[in-house]
């Protein structure tokens, strides 16, 4: 069992930045793909972006330019560091594991909230 702890939330003014993390259990980590979706109040839970084993990244539309996700092996843990927030950046963000395609794993999410 994959248990995946996030880190990093809180309250940042338009325009500012955060730095989010999330920490792996278990030996699998380096072989999977880490993903951080978001989920809005009222909203489905979207995918923010992505990276592969070998550090190949995908990024929604919204977030491209601003954000940017990378991981580290050797810590088993997986960033988001996110640039020039705006208020709908505003979400829960979950961090997930797909080991083999059929194994997925979720954290319990960190809350980010942009306003003035």
């Known amino acids: 069992q994959v248990q995946l702890v996030e880190s990093g939330g809180g309250l940042v003014q338009p325009g500012g930045s955060l730095r989010l993390s999330c920490a792996a259990s278990g030996s699998i980590f380096g072989r999977s793909v880490m993903g951080w979706y978001r989920q809005a109040p009222g909203k489905q839970r979207e995918l923010v972006a992505t990276?592969?084993?070998?550090?190949?990244?995908n990024y929604a539309d919204s977030v491209k330019g601003r954000f940017t996700v990378s991981r580290d092996n050797a810590k088993n843990t997986v960033y988001l560091q996110m640039n020039s927030l705006k208020p709908e950046d505003t979400a829960v963000y979950y961090c997930t594991l797909r080991f083999l395609t059929i194994y997925n794993f979720w954290g319990q999410g960190t809350q980010v909230t942009v306003s003035s």
């Open positions: 990276i592969t084993s070998g550090e190949d990244t």
